[in-house]
């Protein structure tokens, strides 16, 4: 049984900071790839990071690269999405999910992803 768990969402002012975690189980981050994505109300999901157990290369979209940092711990089977700076439009609810079936970096995965968390919402006021 393969389960990932997505936490640590929240009510943040704008340039504020949160740490969103994604927790694996049944399986352990070798050779995985672990992406987030985020979707806000009226909008199509969006993919925001994602991260290679392989070579622990990561990518980012251009709407966050300099405030958020991918990365993860092998021992918790867990991946971590610093959040720094953050802004309006980063309100939604961001969603973790795991490949363990792709070739070289995970930046070219989208619709591939075969397991997804539950979400957690963040909110950013203005």
């Known amino acids: 049984e393969v389960q990932l768990q997505a936490s640590g969402g929240g009510l943040v002012q704008a340039g504020g900071s949160l740490r969103l975690s994604c927790a694996g189980s049944?399986?352990?981050?070798?050779?995985?790839?672990i992406g987030w994505f985020r979707q806000a109300p009226g909008k199509e999901r969006e993919w925001v990071s994602c991260?290679?157990?392989?070579?622990?290369?990561?990518y980012y979209v251009d709407s966050v690269k300099g405030r958020f940092t991918i990365s993860s711990d092998s021992a918790k089977n867990t991946v971590y999405l610093q959040m720094n700076s953050l802004k309006p439009e980063d309100t939604a609810v961001y969603y973790c999910?795991?490949?363990?079936?792709?070739?070289?970096?995970?930046?070219?995965?989208?619709?591939?992803?075969?397991?997804w968390g539950q979400g957690t919402q963040v909110t950013v006021s203005s």
């Open positions: 999910a795991a490949e363990t079936f792709f070739f070289g970096g995970c930046d070219w995965l989208r619709d591939e992803y075969d397991y």
């Open positions: 049944g399986f352990t981050f070798d050779d995985i790839a």
């Open positions: 991260i290679s157990s392989r070579d622990s290369s990561t």
